[in-house]
């Protein structure tokens, strides 16, 4: 009888460390996915300032973010075409862009900050792929006002 008692004892042991251990696994695992969620959720991005300093190896190579706003009057687009030249600024260096595609209709807003993703091309003029438009934090406030 003492052995039966010995072996029940060991069967449970052992699957307390099977229960544990899954536990653990099963925390880790949700760490790390949380860990991707947020990492992945960031965007990193140079201001005109940072991307003009940038060493020229850099510009031609990687793919780059900058931030920055539209400096008055600087928009223009081609006739019966998509691509649009502009200039983004920091407010006190400049930058020369253009965009083949749709532009964001807050693109216009002067208080719009706005991160190009793409590339500089072969005469240091930014290339951007992509254009995402950060709606300003006044308007939130003129909203809540109005509620």
């Known amino acids: 009888m003492s052995e039966s008692l010995n ?7 052992n699957n307390k460390y099977k229960i544990v251990v899954s536990v653990l696994v ?17 965007i990193y991005y140079y201001t005109v300032g940072e991307a003009n300093k940038l060493d020229n190896n850099i510009k031609s190579e990687r793919m ?3 931030s920055g706003t539209l400096k008055p009057n600087s928009f223009s687009r081609e006739e019966d075409s998509t691509t649009s030249y502009f200039i983004l600024t920091d407010g006190q260096e400049t930058l020369n862009a253009y965009h083949n595609g749709i532009i964001p209709d807050l693109f216009f807003n002067e208080h719009s900050e706005i991160i190009l993703e793409g590339r500089y091309d072969s005469n240091k003029n930014f290339q951007s792929n992509n254009i995402i438009v950060k709606c300003p934090s006044k308007y939130s406030a003129v909203e809540e006002e109005e509620v």
């Open 7 to 13: 072996i029940n004892e060991n069967i449970i042991i």
């Open 64 to 66: 780059l973010r900058i």
């Open 26 to 42: 099963l925390i880790g695992a949700l760490s790390y996915l949380i860990f991707l969620a947020f990492n992945s959720a960031t």
